[in-house]
Structures are given as structure tokens and as C-alpha cells.
């Protein structure tokens, strides 16, 4: 059974940061592609990032020199660190995994969230 697992989440002021984290069990984590997903309310589930089995990475444009993800197969583990958060990064943030043979999509596997909110 593959558990999904983030933490991490906050509520932070603008211009600050925060590292989200993501477990993974039971699949080989090496062998799979990782994302970051974020939904606000009221809007779609939108992709912030992936890092692939690879690590090779990919942002949104709206995240792109202020969002790092990185992954440590060690740990199973996936992190996403966010700096420069704006108001509009206020969103549920899931992790997820998917297949290494699907560029950054079909993600099968996703946790229950965790919420992050920017003050302004």
C-alpha cells in the first residue's frame, strides 16, 4: 500500500518562506517521478513543480526563482522550498508520485495536503 505523506505547511507573512516535505511508502522512491501540486480556492489544481526519477526539474512560471524542489531517494522524501511567498501561493499544497516512464504526468499516488497561507 503507498502512503503519501506532506508536512509542513504554515501560515507565513509575505516575503517569507517555508519548506514543505513529503514522505513516500511503499514503492521504490527512486523510481518514480515527484510533483508539487497547489489548489486555491475557488481555482483549479495547478502543477508547481516536478522533479523526475532523473532529478531533473520543472517549475510553473509563477514559481520560477523563488520555489526549490529537491528530493533525497535515502529518505524517500521530497521537499519543496519556498521563498519570496506572495499572497497568491496561499493554496493546499499536495505531493505526488508517479511513473518514470510518464513526463511529469499521471501521477497515481497523492497525499491529503497541507495547507499554506500568505499574509500580506
Known amino acids: 500500500q503507498v502512503q503519501v505523506v506532506e508536512s509542513g505547511g504554515g501560515l507565513v507573512q509575505a516575503g517569507g518562506s517555508l519548506i514543505l516535505s513529503c514522505t513516500v511508502s511503499g514503492l521504490k522512491f527512486a523510481d518514480v517521478n515527484m510533483a508539487w501540486f497547489r489548489q486555491a480556492p475557488g481555482k483549479e489544481r495547478e502543477g508547481v513543480s516536478c522533479i523526475r526519477w532523473t532529478s531533473n526539474t520543472y517549475y510553473a512560471d509563477s514559481v520560477k526563482g523563488r520555489f526549490t524542489i529537491s528530493r533525497d531517494n535515502a529518505k524517500n522524501a521530497l521537499y519543496l522550498q519556498m521563498d519570496s511567498l506572495k499572497p497568491e501561493d496561499t493554496a493546499m499544497y499536495y505531493c505526488?508520485?508517479?511513473?518514470?516512464?510518464?513526463?511529469?504526468?499521471?501521477?497515481?499516488?497523492w497525499g491529503q495536503g497541507t495547507q499554506v497561507t500568505v499574509s500580506s
Open positions: 505526488a508520485a508517479g511513473p518514470r516512464n510518464a513526463y511529469c504526468k499521471n501521477f497515481a499516488y
